[in-house]
T-cell receptor, first 115, second 112 residues
Framework: GDSVTQMEGPVTLSEEAFLTINCTYT??????LFWYVQYPGEGLQLLLKATKADDKGSNKGFEATYRKETTSFHLEKGSVQVSDSAVYFC??????????????FGKGTKLSVKP | EADIYQTPRYLVIGTGKKITLECSQTMGHDKMYWYQQDPGMELHLIHY???????EKGDLSSESTVSRIRTEHFPLTLESARPSHTSQYLC???????????FGPGTRLLVL
């Protein structure tokens, strides 16, 4: 079945450092790919998404490119801030993957940014 | 900004009690979901609904039940709470099956 694998954390960076969180997926069909973020004490919120190969999603300085050839959707940010400290979830939605199009999440990566 | 609400935000309750976690959305979304989030952060889909009078079980078996009598309301009930039910419960909704999901703030449940 479909699955999402993302790098394990926690990840600790200094402010203004470059961030990469790796995410790879396995899917039967042509999934849409998402990054969600969960700030402390809150629910998840959509950070960015891409619906087809080579699409680039971007928001708040974060970006990720849908790479079909490597089945990847890595999250990047050029200069992180303390306020980016959160848990980041990679997810996919595949209407042909047997999950009725429901989101399949990775296990989450906790990011801590130090001043 | 998405309008999806969960109450209570925190609940401490004794073993054997019946509890209902409330979830409401004002966006008119058809599809709604309940997730259980363990302390290691991993999310597990426990219930979802395509619309009124529709309820489906998710990937993780759960002793909880849900109902969907109104589009905007998707409560989750535990008939007899146990310490193993201690977790965070997140509700979400989406306009359709493949659309972005909007999450509520969550309910943290502690069963003593």
């Amino acid at each position: 079945g479909d699955s999402v694998t993302q790098m394990e954390g926690p990840v600790t960076l200094s402010e203004e450092a470059f961030l990469t969180i790796n995410c790879t997926y396995t899917a039967t069909g042509y999934p849409s790919l998402f990054w969600y973020v969960q700030y402390p004490g809150e629910g998840l919120q959509l950070l960015l998404k891409a619906t087809k190969a080579d699409d680039k999603g971007s928001n708040k300085g974060f970006e990720a490119t849908y790479r079909k050839e490597t089945t990847s959707f890595h999250l990047e940010k050029g200069s992180v801030q303390v306020s980016d400290s959160a848990v980041y979830f990679c997810a996919l939605s595949d209407p042909f993957g047997g999950s009725q199009g429901n989101l399949i999440f990775g296990k989450g990566t906790k990011l801590s940014v130090k001043p | 900004e998405a309008d999806i609400y969960q109450t209570p935000r925190y609940l401490v309750i004794g073993t054997g009690k019946k509890i209902t976690l409330e979830c409401s959305q004002t966006m008119g979304h058809d599809k709604m979901y309940w997730y259980q989030q363990d302390p290691g952060m991993e999310l597990h889909l426990i219930h979802y609904s395509y619309g009124v009078n529709s309820t489906e079980k998710g990937d993780l078996s759960s002793e909880s039940t849900v109902s969907r009598i109104r589009t905007e309301h998707f409560p989750l009930t535990l008939e007899s709470a146990r310490p193993s039910h201690t977790s965070q419960y997140l509700c979400a909704s989406s306009e359709g099956g493949l659309e972005t999901q909007y999450f509520g703030p969550g309910t943290r449940l502690l069963v003593l």
